[in-house]
């Protein structure tokens, strides 16, 4: 298949191969990865693998933990806010997409326990629909807030920052769940982020924290154990028991990076990628229509419209017989959706384009 979906997304052949290989007798031990104890040398080899390749390729400094935890990007939305926003204090969010709605709501629901009060700083909404991120003045930042929490991509509506706003000394918390690892930039900036692993680095359930250690410290510590941040970074994401497959894999996707030529190389093609598909929007703007501004056009996810639902019917079926699937748009927009993430080759993203090039001159 030729696989555009938005998460859980296409991973790197190779990463699959590699656990194909692997599944019956990792390592030489005779079992799989996922029948060994978390706790022996077979599996902590590949635990501290995935993280060194973490650190290695995002260039995460001494001053950052690297966590593994489970439930999602979702629960991230109201474990975030039971840590670090202060009884009476104020937390800020923007928002320019569904999953920035639903960290508000999640944070706001969370004051029953932390406390506290959640303010969008910034929404770009218009209605139901958002087409752009806010630009750095229409952010009304709090100096005082706990915490300024961004979206970095919003994978429903294809909006993402390409340069992230200055929040002087407010700690940065984002959401990266469908552009982290897309390219080389700098992270030191963010105090926390965090990245549902079913896009870019791995399968779903599991996401990847990156959070400064001074940051780490100042969550509350009157939360059960399981759910405050130190936990997870004093015992090495080994606190309880790992979804130790999926780390295993997160492994694989990333030793495949780093064979591919890291992160430049991954940036290079993901530039080139999503530049044929708006290249073909572009030329044909009259039937092809890009709701997205083009300074916030999502290297991503591309979303798009046709003339009809009728067209947008019949071009989801002639794609799915050229193999190509996961096209079609989240069901609270509609629409078309390409998901571009890292494992999505160049040859791939051709093909599509070719294939949108033909269907829009035949209508
Ligand atoms: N944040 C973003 C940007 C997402 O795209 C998603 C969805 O996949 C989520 C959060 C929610 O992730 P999960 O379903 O892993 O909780």
Not at 8 to 25: G, W
């Amino acid at each position: 298949a030729i696989n555009f979906n938005a998460g859980p997304a296409a991973l790197p052949l190779a990463a699959l191969e590699r656990a194909r290989e692997e599944l019956l007798d990792f390592a030489g031990t005779g079992m799989s990865v996922m029948e060994h104890s978390h706790r022996g040398k077979d599996y902590e080899r590949v635990h501290d693998e995935a993280i060194a390749l973490l650190r290695e390729t995002a260039s995460i400094g001494d001053d950052t933990e690297v966590l593994f935890i489970q439930g999602g990007a979702s629960q991230q939305f109201a474990q975030i806010p039971l840590n670090f926003l202060p009884d009476g204090g104020s937390a800020d969010y923007v928002v320019h997409g569904a999953w920035g709605e639903k960290a508000v709501s999640e944070a706001q629901a969370a004051t029953k326990w932390s406390g506290g009060k959640v303010r969008v700083a910034a929404t770009t909404a218009q209605g139901k629909q958002y087409t752009r991120v806010p630009t750095p003045s229409e952010i009304q930042l709090d100096p005082k807030a706990a915490y300024l929490h961004l979206t970095s991509n919003e994978t429903i509506h294809g909006v993402q920052f390409h340069e992230f706003p200055d929040a002087g000394k407010v700690p940065l918390v984002c959401d990266m769940s469908s552009d982290f690892l897309w390219r080389k930039t700098d992270l030191s900036r963010f105090s926390f982020i965090y990245a549902g692993a079913q896009k870019n680095v791995g399968p779903s359930g599991i996401v990847i924290v990156l959070a400064k250690k001074d940051f780490i410290a100042q969550g509350r510590k009157d939360l059960p154990k399981i759910f405050q941040y130190r936990t997870v970074a004093e015992n090495n994401s080994l606190y309880n028991t790992p979804p130790t497959f999926a780390i295993y894999l997160i492994r694989n996707v990333l030793a495949w990076i780093k064979e591919t030529g890291g992160l430049s190389r991954i940036e290079e093609q993901n530039r080139k990628k999503a530049a044929l598909i708006y290249g073909v929007l572009d030329e044909h703007a009259g039937f092809y229509a890009s709701p997205v501004e083009r300074a916030s056009r999502s290297t991503m996810n591309i979303v798009f419209r046709l003339p009809s639902d009728d067209h947008e019917a019949r071009f989801l079926a002639e794609a799915k017989k050229l193999r190509m699937v996961g096209l079609k748009g989240h069901r609270s927009v509609g629409g078309i959706r390409a998901s571009l993430y890292n494992a999505v080759s160049l040859e791939w993203t051709t093909a599509l384009a070719d294939f949108m090039r033909d269907f829009a001159k035949r209508g």
